[in-house]
C-alpha cells in the first residue's frame, strides 16, 4: 500500500488492502507471542499501551517538531537491521536485549513522527486528508513494533 499512492487513496481499494494486511499481521502476532508465556505477553501490551498513550499526548503538546526527522529516523532503521544481522550471529541475551531496547526506542520515535505528520498543524511535513488509511496503516505499524521489541525486553520464552 505504501508503494502504490493510488491504490490507498481509493475507497474500497484501501480498505480491503488494509483489512487483509490487518489479517496477516495478526497471524503473524499470533505465532509470535505463542511462543513467550501468557503472563510477559499481557505485560508487554499493558506496556505498550501505556508508551503509545504517553508518547501520543507528548506528540500533540509538544512544541518540537519531529516531522524534520524522517530522514534520521530512516537512516536509525537501517544501523538498526545491520545491528540485527550482526546480532544473530552473536549469542547472548545482553546483545537481544539492547537489539530489542534499541528497537522499542526507535519505533517510539516512528510513533512520534507519524503521529505529528498524521496532526498537521504547525509542523513542516503533514500526511494530506485522503491518506487516511496510509495514516492509520503507519500508527498500526509502530504500535505492533513497540510491541514486539518490549515482548523481547520482558518475555523469557516458554521453557
Given amino acids: 500500500m505504501s508503494c502504490c499512492g493510488n491504490i490507498r487513496r481509493q475507497a474500497p481499494h484501501n480498505y480491503i488492502f488494509l483489512f487483509i494486511f490487518t489479517l496477516a ?25 501505556a508508551v503509545c498513550l504517553g508518547l501520543t499526548l507528548f506528540a500533540f503538546q ?18 538498526l537491521i545491520l545491528f540485527g544481522i ?14 530489542a531496547a534499541c528497537g522499542a526506542l526507535l ?21 494530506s486528508p485522503e491518506e487516511y488509511i496510509f495514516a492509520a496503516l503507519n500508527l498500526y505499524l509502530d504500535v505492533i513494533n513497540i510491541f514486539v521489541y518490549i515482548l523481547a525486553i ?6
Fill in 25 to 49: 499481521e495478526s497471524f503473524f502476532l499470533g505465532i509470535f507471542a505463542s511462543f513467550f508465556e501468557a503472563e510477559s505477553v499481557i505485560i508487554a501490551v499493558g506496556i505498550t499501551a
Fill in 62 to 79: 509538544t512544541k518540537w517538531d519531529f516531522t524534520v526527522m524522517g530522514g534520521a529516523l530512516f537512516a536509525a532503521l537501517i544501523i
Fill in 86 to 99: 550482526i546480532a544473530t550471529f552473536i549469542p547472548g541475551r545482553i546483545i537481544n536485549l539492547v537489539y
Fill in 107 to 127: 519505533f517510539s520515535l516512528f510513533l512520534v513522527y507519524d503521529t505529528q505528520l498524521m496532526i498537521g498543524g504547525k509542523h513542516k511535513y503533514t500526511i
Fill in 154 to 159: 520482558f518475555g523469557g520464552g516458554r521453557s
